[in-house]
């Protein structure tokens, strides 16, 4: 039996997506093999690749002169490949901090370049500093920001425009393909696959072509974005299969609508929990109303001893993965793209439920 699983990431995938990679799981269109069984220079994985990023740059409305690359190494990956490839030894970079995410990027930053802390939520990380208050160099090499904070919920719905005309970096590891962006208006986007497009592995950087040429010297050509783009992201073998994946997700969202449409149910199934946590008195949460993440939203009970009664309840009722992280404690649920607005409704009557029972 399916459960609605509101995990961080790995995350829920379509179930539409998963029954057709189930279906060509031994043999793809008549090659007689699985997508991980195919050379990634062969014919058939070159057409399933090349679909994928035109889907990608259609959902997107990517610009011609964005660069798309299917990589390896995670966010944590890009965290040093930004650096290497957009500054130089002794260059400034502007980062701005809005939680845990942040604060990461900023330490594997650190090694490569001056950071220069823009702006810094401070503690406990459940707003975004106001812009106007933001202090950015004049000479930064990139800002870099996290528009989905995953771990505190805190979600930038605006983008941040920078009059310098500092390339914009953006981690958005956690909200990419929640709705609609304007491409044009960064530098560079990246995110791991596993929170919104498909299995874990798989890296997306979408990269503004005039920013490419200029890595610093001893940059892994596996991290340049430039040798990548150059062999199509195939300088060495890409994670095939997860590419494949995320494939079927990007077309599983044209059949949705596209980003506007998913936009729209995203904003209703975050709109339907967080005022179901509103107006209860029994739960809470600590993000600014105007900073609370669409993806991921984590409360508190009224009595933190109920936490382990509701996880063990909640999963009886096929509601799992529901545990705040470690930092935060309390619940989250993370309810990206492929959780159907059924899911966030069972979470909703459960929730009322549990504190009909417990408060
Ligand atoms: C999950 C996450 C990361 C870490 O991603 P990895 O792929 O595990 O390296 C970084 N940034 C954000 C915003 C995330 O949600």
């Known amino acids: ?67 798309v690359l299917f990589l390896q190494g995670g966010a944590f990956g890009q965290f040093a490949a930004v650096p290497m490839n957009l500054s130089q030894p002794g260059s400034v970079v502007d980062y701005v901090n809005t939680g845990a995410w942040g604060k990461k990027a900023i330490s594997e930053a650190k090694p490569y370049a001056k950071v220069n802390v823009a702006a810094d ?30 771990i505190g919920g805190v979600e930038f719905h605006f983008v941040p425009e920078l009059k310098s005309g500092t390339p914009l970096v953006a981690d958005m590891s956690s909200t990419i393909l929640s709705r609609p962006i304007d491409v044009a208006k960064f530098g560079l986007i990246y995110g791991g696959a596993q929170k919104n497009i498909g ?30 783009a150059k062999e199509g992201s195939m300088l060495n073998t890409p994670p095939t299969f997860a590419w494949y994946l995320a494939g079927l997700v990007f077309q599983w969202l044209k059949r949705q609508g596209g980003l506007k449409a998913i936009g729209e149910i995203n904003r209703r ?23 609370r ?33 470690r930092s935060v404690g309390g619940m989250r649920a993370s309810i990206y793209n492929a959780m159907p607005l059924a899911g966030v409704e069972a979470l909703v009557s459960f929730m009322k439920e549990f504190e009909r029972k417990h408060a």
Request: hydrophobic share 40%; no cysteine; proline share 7%.
């Open 1 to 67: 039996m399916r459960v609605y699983n509101f995990s961080p990431g790995p995350a829920v995938l379509p179930q539409e997506v998963l029954e057709q990679a189930r279906q060509e799981m031994l043999d793809w269109h008549g090659t007689g093999m699985s997508v991980m069984e195919m050379s990634h220079r062969g014919k058939a994985f070159i057409a399933i690749a090349d679909q994928a990023e035109a889907d990608l740059r259609e959902l997107l409305s990517i610009p011609k002169n964005y660069k």
């Open 293 to 325: 993440s669409w993806m991921n939203i984590p409360f508190t009970l009224a009595r933190a001893e109920l936490d382990k009664t509701f996880i063990a309840e909640a999963k009886d009722a096929g509601l799992v993965t529901l545990e705040g992280h």
């Open 199 to 228: 299995p874990a592995g798989l890296t997306l950087v979408i990269v503004r072509e005039d920013l490419l040429g200029h890595a610093r010297p001893g940059t892994p050509s596996f991290m340049d974005y430039t040798a990548m």
């Open 121 to 150: 939520a401070g503690e406990p990380y459940t707003s975004i500093p106001l812009l106007s208050n933001w202090q950015v160099s004049d000479n930064a090499a990139y800002l870099h920001y996290t528009p989905n904070e995953t």
């Open 269 to 291: 199934k975050a709109e339907l929990l967080y005022s179901a946590i509103d107006t209860s008195s029994f739960y809470k949460n600590p993000v600014a109303h105007d900073a």
